[in-house]
């Protein structure tokens, strides 16, 4: 039996061993396959999807890599995600065993314990199917867009991969109305959940440290986020 001193060397070597390696990853795709990265990422209702949309339409000079997408995959019925929801979430199941996404939503938007269980049960498989799609598109497109929520709060794949972040910015009141007018609901249910992520003027300053980063303004209508995105 391993004794605690051990337990703790051998979780440090592992963690060491999967940060390394996937610092190997990001440099050999970068100086051998002329990879860039380019991180995607907004506040809730700040109209990320938006942008995403126009550069899905222009895929010919990129390729995006849609994390929600990744998501709706690993809960899918079977996979260990799935097994592991279905053990801490049971009421969460629709009458096929298909996980109800909405019903999740409800719970662990309202309780931020079942929120970071919820993101400990998917972290490592997201980013294990991220790793895939990858290594898979860059044989055919060397631009890639990460559309990820939370990539300001996923420091490992801010920091390891993108080369720069688009942040898609709106003010906080926006963000309010659209929540409210999407999802059909009251302002506290939209505070509850706005309140579950960093706020956006954090995450603006944040992006704001660095030259290579932009701010997209998309407070005001659609043809001026695009001619933003296009220059």
């Given at each position: 039996?391993?004794?605690?001193?051990?337990?703790?060397?051998?979780?440090?070597?592992n963690?060491?061993?999967?940060?390394?390696?996937?610092?190997?990853?990001?440099?050999?795709?970068?100086?051998?396959?002329?990879?860039?990265?380019?991180?995607?990422?907004?506040?809730?209702?700040?109209?990320?999807?938006?942008?995403?949309?126009?550069?899905?339409?222009?895929?010919?000079?990129?390729?995006?890599?849609?994390?929600?997408?990744?998501?709706?995959?690993?809960?899918?019925?079977?996979?260990?995600?799935?097994?592991?929801?279905?053990?801490?979430?049971?009421?969460?199941?629709?009458?096929?065993?298909?996980?109800?996404?909405?019903?999740?939503?409800?719970?662990?938007?309202?309780?931020?314990?079942?929120?970071?269980?919820?993101?400990?049960?998917?972290?490592?498989?997201?980013?294990?199917?991220?790793l895939?799609?990858?290594?898979?598109?860059?044989?055919?497109?060397?631009?890639?867009?990460?559309?990820?929520?939370?990539?300001i709060?996923?420091?490992?794949?801010?920091?390891?991969?993108?080369?720069?972040?688009?942040?898609?910015y709106?003010?906080?009141?926006?963000?309010?109305?659209?929540?409210?007018r999407?999802?059909?609901?009251?302002?506290?249910?939209?505070?509850?959940?706005?309140?579950?992520?960093?706020?956006?003027?954090?995450?603006?300053?944040?992006?704001?440290?660095?030259?290579?980063?932009i701010v997209?303004?998309?407070?005001?209508?659609v043809?001026?986020?695009?001619?933003?995105?296009?220059?």
């Amino acid at each position: 039996m391993l004794s605690v001193s051990q337990w703790t060397a051998l979780i440090v070597w592992n963690a060491i061993s999967v940060g390394g390696a996937i610092a190997i990853i990001s440099t050999v795709l970068r100086r051998y396959f002329g990879l860039h990265i380019i991180g995607l990422t907004g506040g809730i209702a700040s109209g990320k999807s938006t942008c995403c949309r126009f550069f899905t339409d222009n895929s010919s000079f990129c390729h995006v890599i849609d994390f929600d997408d990744i998501a709706h995959a690993i809960y899918a019925c079977g996979t260990p995600t799935w097994s592991q929801i279905r053990l801490h979430f049971p009421d969460v199941l629709n009458k096929d065993h298909t996980i109800d996404r909405k019903a999740l939503g409800r719970i662990v938007w309202s309780d931020r314990q079942k929120l970071n269980l919820l993101m400990s049960m998917t972290r490592w498989p997201i980013f294990k199917e991220f790793l895939i799609r990858l290594c898979l598109n860059i044989l055919y497109c060397r631009t890639q867009i990460l559309d990820v929520p939370l990539l300001i709060e996923h420091r490992l794949i801010r920091a390891v991969f993108c080369d720069c972040i688009i942040l898609v910015y709106c003010d906080r009141d926006t963000q309010m109305v659209r929540l409210m007018r999407r999802d059909g609901i009251d302002p506290t249910h939209a505070l509850q959940k706005m309140d579950k992520q960093m706020h956006i003027e954090e995450k603006r300053k944040l992006v704001c440290r660095s030259a290579r980063n932009i701010v997209v303004d998309n407070t005001k209508d659609v043809n001026g986020t695009q001619w933003q995105l296009q220059q």
